[in-house]
């Protein structure tokens, strides 16, 4: 079946701008996390969502980052004003829960900030 | 705060060779997932362990999970070059179901 999508792949954009990142989650998957992975470095998780409940908005750098989720559907991350310390590949991964919370990753986004 | 420190940091060797990362905190998980992320690529779900002294086999690699729950090592037998990529360590779930990420050990598997 279909995995994690993410789009687009790839993003540069001028510091300054904002930009929107989207995240297919596997269909039926109740959870969705995003996380940033700096070049070398491992996964910071940023903002959790599952089903209905508010999301875990603990690990949001700052009040420029946002993210939204419609229902059990796709995902949108945005930055505004992006800064050049933005620049990463941001992952989403979905979960269907259960005991284990096993994630399944989606191929990232790599975002440059000039 | 749970920290999982993975090590080494990073790992070259030749085609052939066996190897062993480990993944150690002072934390109990409940368990303990093991991930691969090849360059420009999300990371791939390896294996999940939940007992302690839990041993799983997935081919050439072998899991381990400590017998308290704290730590983890992966130890692979004849590494190939396909092998290569960044191996991470997960231990939850924790509160509000997220996991604990480990930063890696990027292993790279020379012809």
């Known amino acids: 079946g279909a995995g994690v999508s993410q789009s687009p792949s790839n993003k540069v954009t001028e510091k300054g701008k904002d930009v929107e990142l989207r995240c297919d989650p596997i269909?039926?998957?109740?959870?969705l996390y995003w996380y940033r992975q700096r070049l070398g470095q491992g996964l910071e998780f940023l903002i959790y969502?599952?089903?209905?409940?508010?999301?875990?908005k603990s690990g949001l750098p700052s009040d420029r980052f946002s993210a939204e989720r419609t229902g059990e559907s796709v995902s949108t991350l945005t930055i505004q004003r992006t800064q050049q310390e933005d620049s990463a590949v941001y992952l989403c991964?979905?979960?269907?829960?259960?005991?284990?919370?096993?994630?399944?990753f989606g191929p990232g986004t790599r975002l440059t900030v000039t | 705060t749970q920290l999982l420190e993975q090590s080494p940091q990073f790992l070259s060797i030749q085609e052939g060779e066996n190897l062993t990362v480990y993944c150690n905190s002072s934390?109990?998980?409940?368990?303990l997932q093991w991930y691969r992320q090849e360059p420009g690529e999300g990371p791939v779900l390896l294996v999940t362990?939940?007992?302690?002294?839990e041993v799983k086999k997935l081919k050439r690699l072998t899991f381990q999970f400590g017998d308290a729950r704290k730590d983890s090592s992966l130890h692979i037998t004849a590494a190939q070059p396909g092998d290569t990529g960044l191996y991470l360590c997960?231990?939850?779930?924790?509160?509000?179901?997220?996991?604990?990420f480990g930063k890696g050990t990027l292993l790279t598997v020379n012809p």
């Open positions: 991964a979905s979960s269907s829960g259960g005991a284990l919370w096993e994630q399944y």
């Open positions: 269909s039926g998957h109740t959870a």
């Open positions: 969502f599952q089903g209905n409940s508010a999301p875990d």
């Open positions: 934390s109990v998980f409940s368990s």
């Open positions: 362990v939940v007992t302690g002294g």
């Open positions: 997960a231990g939850g779930p924790g509160s509000n179901y997220k996991l604990t």
